[in-house]
């Protein structure tokens, strides 16, 4: 397909969605296909597949739970011992160490060599089916969560392939792709649990801009219940935007982080020791809203993770083009990536080269291409607030957008999810004695926090005391 067919595909969306989860490799969650289904049209686990560690032979096998206690490490000295220069061989040999340093003793360093599959992933296993999956989407950063998602908005990080600090709030001056979007007058909206992730890296964003966020959900309540929802015309969420026909251009969706969300959902962002089935009714709520939508026919969900977590991916990275090639010459481990769209063939497997910035590339092709063509603009004076959209740098000019999957000639009905929804009914919910999640939240004594939670709870507290209301996306 030629350079310029593969952008006119992109003109038959008007709406692209993106969900970004947590911590998940491409062969942790999908490798199963080739494995356990004989897909041979995707590249994923053999049975051979092995880390050998202390003496001892770790080879690839099914989790029997859909929760991993574990957190594996993945900053950036762990992934690079993970990664191996390319042998992918140090995965257990990581955990192992990251197990001692948390004085674990009891812990599992093999559960990093742990797949799932099907039974585990059933909406995952239906989106295989039925529309595309990327076998060759990396991570931006060989680093932990936080530069990814930078790298997502900006196509660069802050200089480091580390969170911040444990000490620092994770605030960022990162000039993202939605100032191009305002500056094009492309209508977009952020929704999310708690406060967006947006207002954490662009500083254009941090507080105000309040029509431009909003919920996932106003009901408060788990999947299920959005079969039954009502659509208010006063209200804005992505279910009720969806439901009304009325999503903006671009909407971006940050799955729950922590159990502190004003809405009281459970976190469902993969993120261990997440329980990936509450991922999974996550990823149904957003298809099953789309797929029901007006805006259907026209629309492109993007479904992908930030980084590989830890856990083990057979691909070895291959070197990136970037603007500061010494740190950030390199992509990051595979990740999953789904493309939903009535325009993508069923089945479908792309082998093309992607990482976080294919979603900036896909978006400023869709809507305003020149952006791409805008010369590189100073950053501005030392100490003065600078708001105006910048060139988005090396990576995302040398990424691949997605408007070569989008081969359809006419779209396609959503198929039917009838299955999907009665798993997703007959999986029990845990329900409030009280109906008073919050007054339960505050009585309970506080959960162990992974390093991600309590980086979102003080990134929350700052934003707070920079005058973001309470309660508000």
Not at 366 to 390: H, I, K, M, T, Y
Request: charged fraction near 25%; glycine fraction near 6%; hydrophobic fraction near 35%.
């Amino acid at each position: 397909m030629s350079l310029d067919s593969a952008s006119g595909n992109l003109d038959k969306i008007d709406t692209i969605v993106v969900v970004m989860l947590e911590n998940r490799s491409f062969d942790h969650m999908l490798g199963y296909l080739s494995l356990e289904k004989g897909r041979r049209d995707i590249d994923g686990l053999r049975a051979e597949f092995e880390n050998t560690y202390a003496g001892r032979r770790y080879s690839v096998h099914h989790l029997e739970s859909t929760q991993v206690s574990e957190d594996p490490d993945h900053f950036a000295d762990a992934i690079d011992r993970q990664i191996g220069e390319g042998r992918m061989d140090g995965f257990v040999a990581s955990c192992d160490a990251s197990l001692r340093s948390h004085g674990i003793r009891e812990g599992d360093p093999g559960v990093v060599m742990g797949f799932y599959n099907s039974a585990d992933v059933p909406v995952y296993d239906h989106l295989a089916e039925e529309f595309a999956l990327c076998d060759r989407w990396f991570s931006s950063v060989p680093g932990a969560t936080l530069p990814n998602r930078l790298y997502c908005l900006s196509g660069r990080a802050a200089g480091t392939r580390d969170d911040l600090p444990p000490h620092v709030p994770p605030i960022y001056h990162q000039a993202s792709v939605m100032r191009h979007l305002d500056a094009h007058d492309v209508t977009w909206r952020w929704y999310s649990f708690e406060p967006a992730t947006l207002r954490m890296a662009d500083v254009r964003y941090r507080l105000g801009h309040h029509d431009q966020f909003a919920y996932l959900s106003k009901t408060g309540l788990p999947w299920k219940t959005v079969l039954d929802i009502t659509v208010n015309s006063q209200a804005r969420s992505f279910l009720e935007d969806a439901a009304r026909g009325t999503l903006p251009s671009v909407c971006w969706i940050d799955p729950a982080f922590t159990n502190f969300n004003p809405l009281g959902f459970p976190v469902n962002d993969d993120h261990p020791p997440a329980d990936i089935k509450d991922g999974q009714d996550l990823i149904l709520a957003v298809y099953d809203a789309l797929a029901t939508s007006p805006q259907w026919e026209r629309s492109l969900l993007v479904i992908v993770y930030d980084e590989h977590g830890g856990f083990f991916d057979h691909v070895a990275p291959p070197q990136a083009a970037d603007d500061d090639p010494e740190n950030f010459g390199r992509y990051g481990a595979r990740v999953p990536a789904i493309i939903v769209s009535p325009w993508v063939q069923p089945r479908s497997v792309s082998h093309t080269l992607f990482d976080h910035t294919s979603i900036i590339k896909t978006i400023l092709s869709r809507f305003c291409p020149e952006a791409l063509d805008s010369p590189r603009q100073p950053s501005g004076r030392r100490g003065v607030l600078n708001v105006r959209p910048r060139h988005l740098g090396a990576r995302v000019a040398d990424a691949n957008h997605l408007g070569p999957l989008l081969t359809g000639a006419q779209p396609r009905t959503a198929p039917s999810r009838d299955a999907l929804i009665r798993d997703a009914v007959a999986r029990p919910t845990p329900r409030s004695p009280t109906g008073n999640r919050e007054t339960e939240r505050q009585a309970q004594p506080t959960p162990q926090l992974t390093d991600l939670q309590r980086r979102i709870l003080a990134a929350r507290k700052e934003l707070a005391r920079l005058g973001h209301p309470d309660g508000a996306p």
